[in-house]
């Protein structure tokens, strides 16, 4: 079974404002990753957490992990319509990766 | 650099008929990895690699065969192909001594089978 479910499934916001996509997974991990996919595309790496830290940034993209709970965030600010994609948490424990099911994310112009 | 070359993009095969999906990356990357994207699914692990002559089992390895005989190739073989095997494939590969886990993807083989 998938080790990662995000939570929602779709969401639909105006440009400008934030997106927060959530993440649950059922084991131990060493890091969780996000990443993109654009329609039809392949996915593309956005930020890792490893399993020690409990928050990172980069640029406009803001990832939480919480061991204990077993999930991690990934808040998008100030969104634009070019952040349209589905976006999919990863799980890595000893380089088997597992992926969610994903969120489809609009922004809408 | 290409990065993660698949081929072919698009395939129809007829129930019972073998192919290989192939795919090569020219980063010198350890790690090569299969998934599977059905709609609603996200991506199964399907087969994986840590290097040359090395290969293990994902989430989902029944009907699919991998070998690594060279650090740059990852083929993927259906022996006998089943109608529940239509997806999109997308290999991935990393860089495993390196600092971000990222996994590099392929643009994804669409496969159907009919």
């Known amino acids: 079974s998938q080790q990662g479910e995000e939570d929602p499934q779709a969401l639909s916001i105006q440009e400008g404002e934030n997106a927060t996509m959530n993440c649950s997974y059922k084991?131990?991990?060493?890091?969780l990753q996000w990443y993109r996919q654009n329609s039809g595309r392949g996915l593309v790496h956005l930020i890792l957490?490893?399993?020690?830290?409990r928050e990172k940034h980069s640029g406009r993209l803001r990832v939480t992990l919480d061991t204990s709970k077993k999930s991690s965030s990934l808040l998008i600010t100030a969104s634009r319509a070019a952040d349209t994609a589905s976006y999919f948490c990863?799980?890595?424990?000893?380089?088997?990766?597992?992926f969610g099911a994903g969120t489809r994310l609009t922004v809408k112009p | 650099n290409a990065g993660v070359t698949q081929t072919p993009k698009f395939q129809v095969l007829k129930t019972g008929q073998s192919m290989t999906l192939q795919c090569a990356q020219d980063m010198n990357h350890e790690y090569m990895s299969w998934y599977r994207q059905d709609p609603g699914m996200g991506l199964r692990l399907i087969h994986y690699?840590?290097?040359?002559?090395?290969?293990d089992q994902g989430e989902v390895p029944n009907g699919y065969n991998v070998s690594r005989s060279t650090t740059e190739d990852f083929p993927l073989r259906l022996l006998s192909a089943a109608p529940s095997q239509t997806s999109v494939y997308f290999c991935?590969?990393?860089?495993?001594?390196?600092?971000?886990?990222?996994?590099?993807f392929g643009e994804g083989s669409r496969l159907t089978v009919l």
């Open positions: 990863a799980t890595d424990y000893n380089n088997d990766m597992r």
């Open positions: 991935a590969s990393q860089l495993l001594s390196g600092d971000t886990g990222e996994l590099f």
């Open positions: 957490i490893r399993s020690n830290e």
């Open positions: 084991t131990s991990i060493n890091n």
């Open positions: 690699s840590v290097g040359a002559g090395i290969t």
